[in-house]
């Protein structure tokens, strides 16, 4: 289950780009994400993500200006790191960026330095992600680990030996970055009681995050599948804290925000982390309904426990497809037919509501009067996006109990 | 090759603790280090040490409480990662105190706080280093990894998921840990610069361990076997900086002392942390000159890459124990074999004249005038203790090149 990606692999799966279904293809683990387009649009705040990307070339110069001192090993690892941090679509920044910019920041640089350690902390959950699920690809290129996986087997290494240096270079290197989160967030110049509540709040999301992925190792393992409310709780405190609720309410907190903005923000995020990780299950398994109708089966290929799997595995027809979720040799047919019983069955549908449901809930958070309008409209216009993707008419076309509509 | 053990498992080995030679004994990979009794010391600042054990209690509490509300299994691994904690010779936050108090710093909780961080970063190291060492005990007990590891395989589990349920346990407390001393380091209150100097220091510190580390890792899939010098570095970035540099440079900057105490303290902290490994190294093959003759002999059983070993290497006899080192089932005879080859051929007293080489360097940087008599004579007494133990003289004894007496 890669719930670390967050919105970065989550609702933005072109489908276009997706690998389909192929009758003998076998591929090893993937992680295809490509981060959400429906972030990255014209009006976002060009400058500011430029200057984000300016801070992480900056610390990733720095350090192998460093590393080179020490050895080409080093640097070789710590341009892995690097790679393993670029191309992503900078959610959680754009997110620290949104927030800081709306509620009256106007310090470019401190913003830039904390949207930066956010994107540091979501590169080492990847990458130490990675070694937890014995992924070696990501984003279609080998990750940290599968070039050091691919390195030892060229060098002559078997299986288990190469696997192990894999495993060894990707936790080195999630370490690096995850000290570089604390660094990047050190060099804020802030007043001393902002800097420890932003620190604080890094502190909670890596004790949120790791805490999610305890659980999901704990749900893997376990003999009886997971419950909806187990997997809706792992993928929160795994994805949606840090990847939501954080990089929110920290852009609030240094910006100066009154309390009751930076509690809307991180209520937002909340519902909102989820409504998207939901979305996601639903495109996992039935591609983009705004889409071409081409579909993705790389979920149901993988067997990922899903909040949709979980729903069928209560109802009739799950037995006739028990047998298929899961199987790396699944057929286009074979998924054609999973995806009928989990529409037979109400799974879709119900996935789909309660992402409407989640959705309402964190449009309604955002009324809250400290939110000002524009920055209202401005995450409001992104969920309703993201929803869109699943259910056209968006989630104010069918609320949920907790929906109240955003105008 | 374990240096980020440092001096916690490195001289203070307790001879009599040691596992011994027996025909037919295979044992897995065991990391029994008592921590250094030379530095539990009945003058030593032992309120101060008691202070550094609350706080570390104070963060286990409030992190268990936390977990707790995660769930179990959350709990189960904080208490994995508090016993990790546990039981070592807190070496590190000694040196912090030392210099601390030494120079005349006041503020008992910053310190307790600062060496409470570098302990952490110990663990963290220490639980890391595990996984990628594949060790799974640890001062004679099981390890995060191993209790993962036994707990899967008694739930069923084959054994190479039993073996990745300890690695991803491993990574995620070590995680944590990290985490913990950035969280710790944060709580001390000092003025602005003091704290970006620590935060620097700390972020130094694992930027050079983890550099050890890779090359380390590097070394041990050599073709070649490694050089003096590449061993001798590979231990100062892995161990030395971490375990004597930062944290009596970090005490001193604490304690306000002017730049060239701390400079001073840090070349200290260099060349004492080469000199340990050397007795480590010479321990590890050869047992305690001082003690009853008992000899150890996990590290020849191992196959330890150390400093005696490399030397042999290049010289006359290498081929007559080549075959022998590192076979798991090294019998006493055996063992005595290769010992007389490391005598025989000089490596031993190589070893022991580099580590009194080293031992005087360190002391002669204490003579410079910002380092208090009272420190110079604590660290010189501590330095002296353990390189009489392979050589009863002392570095004084006969002194290398680079030795000044101190007085």
Redesign the interface.
């Given at each position: 289950m890669d719930l670390a990606a967050g919105p970065g692999t989550a609702p933005g799966h072109d489908v276009a780009q997706r690998r389909h279904c192929r009758p003998g293809q076998q591929p090893g683990p993937v992680h295809d994400g490509p981060d959400r387009p429906e972030l990255d649009h014209p009006e976002l705040d060009r400058p500011g993500l430029d200057r984000v990307e300016e801070e992480l070339a900056r610390f990733f110069a720095d350090?192998k200006l460093?590393?080179a001192r020490?050895?080409p090993?080093?640097l070789r690892?710590w341009e892995a790191l690097e790679r393993a941090a670029a191309g992503g679509g900078r959610s959680r920044p754009q997110l620290v960026l949104l927030a800081y910019r709306h509620l009256g920041g106007t310090d470019a640089q401190s913003a830039a330095l904390l949207a930066a350690s956010y994107e540091l902390l979501h590169t080492?959950l990847l990458v130490?992600d990675d070694?937890?699920d014995?992924d070696t690809v990501r984003r279609g290129v080998p990750n940290v680990s599968g070039r050091y996986r691919n390195r030892?087997l060229r060098?002559g290494?078997d299986a288990a030996e190469a696997e192990?240096?894999g495993?060894?270079?990707g936790?080195?290197a999630?370490?690096?970055a995850?000290?570089g989160a604390?660094?990047l967030l050190?060099r804020i110049e802030a007043p001393?009681e902002v800097e420890?509540r932003l620190?604080d709040l890094l502190?909670d999301a890596?004790?949120?995050s790791?805490?999610g992925?305890?659980?999901d190792?704990?749900l893997s393992?376990a003999a009886a599948p997971p419950s909806m409310e187990d997997l809706a709780k792992t993928a929160h405190?795994k994805t949606s804290v840090y990847s939501f609720e954080a990089p929110l309410r920290a852009g609030a907190v240094l910006a100066g925000a009154p309390a009751p903005a930076a509690d809307a923000l991180q209520r937002f995020g909340r519902d909102a982390g989820i409504a998207y990780q939901l979305v996601d299950d639903v495109l996992g398994a039935f591609g983009d309904a705004s889409s071409t109708g081409k579909t993705g089966c790389s979920d149901l290929r993988e067997g990922k426990r899903t909040v949709l799997l979980a729903y069928a595995a209560s109802r009739p027809g799950w037995d006739r497809i028990a047998g298929l979720v899961g199987r790396p040799d699944l057929t286009p047919a074979d998924a054609e037919r999973i995806r009928r019983v989990l529409v037979d069955c109400g799974a879709r549908d119900h996935a789909v509501d309660l992402a409407a449901r989640h959705a309402g809930r964190a449009l309604a958070a955002l009324e809250s009067d400290g939110v000002p309008a524009p920055l209202r409209q401005r995450l409001g216009g992104l969920l309703r996006a993201v929803v869109g993707r699943v259910r056209p008419g968006g989630p104010g076309a069918a609320p949920g109990p907790a929906h109240r509509p955003a105008t």
């Amino acid at each position: 289950m890669d719930l670390a990606a967050g919105p970065g692999t989550a609702p933005g799966h072109d489908v276009a780009q997706r690998r389909h279904c192929r009758p003998g293809q076998q591929p090893g683990p993937v992680h295809d994400g490509p981060d959400r387009p429906e972030l990255d649009h014209p009006e976002l705040d060009r400058p500011g993500l430029d200057r984000v990307e300016e801070e992480l070339a900056r610390f990733f110069a720095d350090a192998k200006l460093r590393a080179a001192r020490i050895g080409p090993p080093y640097l070789r690892l710590w341009e892995a790191l690097e790679r393993a941090a670029a191309g992503g679509g900078r959610s959680r920044p754009q997110l620290v960026l949104l927030a800081y910019r709306h509620l009256g920041g106007t310090d470019a640089q401190s913003a830039a330095l904390l949207a930066a350690s956010y994107e540091l902390l979501h590169t080492a959950l990847l990458v130490h992600d990675d070694v937890i699920d014995r992924d070696t690809v990501r984003r279609g290129v080998p990750n940290v680990s599968g070039r050091y996986r691919n390195r030892a087997l060229r060098a002559g290494a078997d299986a288990a030996e190469a696997e192990h240096a894999g495993t060894s270079a990707g936790l080195l290197a999630g370490d690096l970055a995850l000290a570089g989160a604390y660094r990047l967030l050190r060099r804020i110049e802030a007043p001393r009681e902002v800097e420890q509540r932003l620190h604080d709040l890094l502190d909670d999301a890596v004790f949120s995050s790791v805490g999610g992925e305890v659980y999901d190792v704990e749900l893997s393992h376990a003999a009886a599948p997971p419950s909806m409310e187990d997997l809706a709780k792992t993928a929160h405190r795994k994805t949606s804290v840090y990847s939501f609720e954080a990089p929110l309410r920290a852009g609030a907190v240094l910006a100066g925000a009154p309390a009751p903005a930076a509690d809307a923000l991180q209520r937002f995020g909340r519902d909102a982390g989820i409504a998207y990780q939901l979305v996601d299950d639903v495109l996992g398994a039935f591609g983009d309904a705004s889409s071409t109708g081409k579909t993705g089966c790389s979920d149901l290929r993988e067997g990922k426990r899903t909040v949709l799997l979980a729903y069928a595995a209560s109802r009739p027809g799950w037995d006739r497809i028990a047998g298929l979720v899961g199987r790396p040799d699944l057929t286009p047919a074979d998924a054609e037919r999973i995806r009928r019983v989990l529409v037979d069955c109400g799974a879709r549908d119900h996935a789909v509501d309660l992402a409407a449901r989640h959705a309402g809930r964190a449009l309604a958070a955002l009324e809250s009067d400290g939110v000002p309008a524009p920055l209202r409209q401005r995450l409001g216009g992104l969920l309703r996006a993201v929803v869109g993707r699943v259910r056209p008419g968006g989630p104010g076309a069918a609320p949920g109990p907790a929906h109240r509509p955003a105008t």
